[in-house]
Every structure is written in C-alpha cells, then in structure tokens.
DNA sequence: TTTGCTGCAAATAGTTTGCAGAGAC
DNA sequence: GTCTCTGCAAACTATTTGCAGCAAA
C-alpha cells in the first residue's frame, strides 16, 4: 500500500472511531490531505475540489480540517500572513523549508530536537508538546527568475 | 549603557538614517519593543501606551511595528491564531518556548542552525534567509494551576 | 428516525488603508 | 513651508458561526 493510501485509511479509522459521518465531501478533503505533499492551503484545497464537488463551500472544507486536525491526523503550520498551510502526509512535528517567493515548503527530515525538547524541560521546567522549525529562503527555481 | 538602551538607541539610528520623522509615539513604540523581554503583541503595545498617550490609535502602533520591522529591528513572531508577537530586543531569528495555556514565550538561545542552514543549501539550493524555532508546551506556572 | 453534516450568508477579529488635519524638521 | 505622520473610520481577508434543509447510519 502507498504511503498517502495507508495515511487516507488511517484519517478515515479516525473518523470512524470517533463516530464522526463519512460523507463525500469529508472524505475527498482526507484524500487531499493525505497525498498533500506540496502542504496546500484551504483554498488550494477548496479549488482542488471545484470540480467534483462544484457545490461544496469553503466553510466545509475549514470545518472538515479542523475535525482532522482535531483527531491528530494532520499538521497545521501557520503563517502570520494568515495563509494556513496542512501537512496530513507527516501529522507530527518535523522542519520545514519555506520559499519566501513562491511559498514552496518542503519536508526537511532530521533530529536531534528531541534532545533539545528533554534539555527545555530539565532548565524551565515546561513540559514541551510539540516543537516547529522553519527555515526561510529562496528555492533553486525563484533564485533562476529575477521576477518578484 | 543597558542592554535595552542600547536597543533603543539602535532602533532611533535606524529612523533616522532612513529619514523617518521622530513623532513621539513613534519613539514610545519603539522603546516597548526595545524593552520587549516579554515578546508584547501589538494589542499589548498598544494598551501600554494608552496611559501616556490616551488618543493614540491601534493603526499607529500598527505602522510603527511594521516600520521597525522593515528596518531589520524587530523580529516578527506570526502565530495562526492572528496574535503575533514582537522581538525588538533580539531582532534576529532564533529560538523560542512557548506556553500554549498563557501564552509566555521565553527565548532559548542555543544554535547549531547555521549547520544546518549550510546543509539544506548544499542539499536543496535554497538560499537560507532566516529560520524560526518555536518549541510548544506548558509552562510550570500553568502546570501548577489546574484551569483552563 | 435520529443525529450530525452541508451550503449559504452573515458575523468576527486582526490588520490595513484613505483621508483630512497636525506636527516634525 | 513641505512632507510625513497621526487618528479616525471604513475596508479587507481569513476564518468561524447560525440556521434550515439534507444525508449518513
């Protein structure tokens, strides 16, 4: 089984534990999420299901997010711009490579954060949840345009 | 000279090398995020001043912070949830733990992340220009408490 | 049949902007 | 005197919510 296909079956056991309905709309939304490898956005999400669902609105697609987001099964990586970016392919912490350009985010798998989380804990005191690292750049492809 | 003053002063160089006027609410914003060991909000800036200056707006802290901002003397906090948070006593990117009950943001000065910088420029092209590192968890002011 | 879900439209909240008068230099 | 800054109010935008009808189980 793929890995976005084991991810999918794993939202949908989510839902069904919960007892939450498989709807259609909900389900295309964990589908989306689970492949998500480009870390899409509401919107992109919303626009992605335009044409099989050409009624669907935009407050399901917010609300079937944050259910999902709710059950653990995917991760929220916000941005001051207010434009929210979702990772269901990887739902737990890990870094990320952000284009400042063309807002291109790429997994950056690596840690010895953990070690850093146990070091927080021994010297504050706080006990640690979950972490984020962002690195902020340029892709390949932005630094080859000279366009905005 | 204090730490803060030195900030301070820094922050006012800037202004006015660029040529911005020096108003005084201007100068008040910009001692707040000098001082700043608490990582204020705009609203928190902004209620900080009302004893000082009772008819200032909520649009001219706003203006300032983003000019401050420009000028490379504030380090910009984005949170999903819209409340970011400003930095102007260390305007440069690095790490911090976050108390998601009350929201206290304490820094945690440690690097090796310009290595790993280096790394992801070698392995993916991208030309690093800042990182953020935010480490999520209760505080033990909060752990003591039972509330919400 | 019951309960939860969807679509629509309106509400919310942080942030930004247009404009006219005030103030820095 | 000039040009920027400020305060006010309105605009903007992502997100959330109330409600009536619809669909999953």
New interface residues.
């Given amino acids: 089984m793929a890995d976005f296909e084991e991810r999918f079956h794993s939202i949908v056991e989510k839902l069904k534990e919960n007892n939450h309905k498989i709807t259609p709309q909900r389900l295309a939304v964990a589908k989306i999420l689970a492949l998500s490898k480009g870390h899409p956005s509401v919107e992109e999400i919303y626009e992605q299901l335009q044409k099989d669902f050409p009624t669907m609105s935009l407050a399901t697609v917010y609300r079937n997010v944050i259910l999902i987001k709710s059950l653990g099964e995917v991760l929220?990586l916000?941005?001051?711009?207010?434009r929210?970016r979702y990772d269901g392919n990887k739902p737990y912490s890990h870094p990320h490579?952000v284009?400042?350009r063309c807002k291109k985010i790429?997994d950056?798998d690596?840690s010895n954060l953990k070690d850093?989380?146990k070091r927080?804990?021994d010297e504050?005191?706080?006990?640690?949840?979950?972490?984020?690292?962002?690195?902020?750049?340029?892709?390949?492809d932005c630094?080859g345009k000279n366009a905005v």
Avoid: Y
């Fill in positions: 929220e916000g941005f001051p711009d207010g929210n490579v284009c400042v790429l950056w690596f850093m989380a927080i804990t504050t005191g706080f006990k640690i949840l979950s972490h984020r690292l962002d690195f902020f750049g340029i892709c390949q630094l």
